[in-house]
């Protein structure tokens, strides 16, 4: 693939084994360094289109990239070295005895040493502010603070593509207030997943609506989350 676009989309289709399809013609391109706002109702495709971009769900119809890579079985592995992908749900991502354990766990299964590793790990997580948690063991976390390491998880591998599915979802104010100080802060392109609209008009300057696995508007921010009639159609007021 030629183009140097960070996500690239064209008449893009993809479904679940089923034969349910979810994403049908999905057009829409992300220069590097974006940061955009995927909003719509649920079930519109969301989580779906994480699953593509990060080769989880093969693309069945049109053409994608990512990083300047097809979007192919044979560059997978080489994509999520470049995209970090942060569940919604924490413990969808979460699995190892400690937090340490947790977030050492991308850099060693990307050729770091354990003592590299563990000098990513606790960067990470002293970045996001939970460097006093490396010996605890997750489950006993607060929702907030799983969602930190989460983060940290996906920070210590250094990606260039953020997708975030709903990081304020389920959180008290006080955590909600620090995961959008904390994704402000994310270097890189970003989509950040979310039917938080708050969140979206803080953090991005550009907002895709999906609808049933469609694209439906795609302008500025502030366009798009002031007009009602049109957040109204899309289920989104």
């Known amino acids: 693939m030629t183009e140097a676009k960070a996500i690239m989309l064209e008449n893009v289709s993809a479904g679940y084994r089923d034969g349910r399809p979810v994403l049908r013609g999905l057009s829409f391109v992300l220069e590097p360094g974006e940061r955009v706002a995927l909003i719509g109702p649920t079930g519109a495709g969301k989580s779906t289109l994480f699953s593509v971009l990060t080769g989880l769900l093969p693309v069945e119809a049109g053409r994608a990239g990512v990083a300047g890579l097809a979007l192919e079985r044979a560059n997978y592995r080489a994509i999520r070295r470049k995209v970090g992908l942060v569940f919604q ?6 699995f190892m005895p400690t937090v340490l354990d947790d977030v050492t766990f991308g850099p060693l299964n990307q050729g770091a040493t354990d003592a590299q590793a563990e000098r990513l790990a606790r960067d990470a997580l002293q970045r996001l502010g939970v460097a006093g948690l490396a010996d605890r ?5 607060s929702y907030g603070e799983r969602k930190r ?3 940290a998880a996906v920070l210590c591998q250094g990606p260039e593509i953020w997708l975030l599915d709903e990081p304020t979802a389920n959180l008290d104010p006080r955590h909600r207030r620090l995961l959008i100080d904390l994704v402000a802060d994310l270097q ?14 803080r953090l991005c300057r550009r907002v895709i609506i999906l609808n049933e696995g469609r694209v439906v508007a ?4 502030a366009e798009i989350l002031g007009d009602e009639d049109l957040l109204d159609r899309a289920g989104l007021r």
């Open 218 to 221: 795609d302008g500025p921010a």
């Open 149 to 151: 390491v989460a983060m």
């Open 89 to 94: 749900d924490p413990d969808d991502q979460l």
């Open 137 to 141: 063991f997750p489950r006993h976390l």
């Open 188 to 201: 890189g392109t970003l989509i950040l997943a979310t039917h938080d609209l708050d969140a979206a008009a």
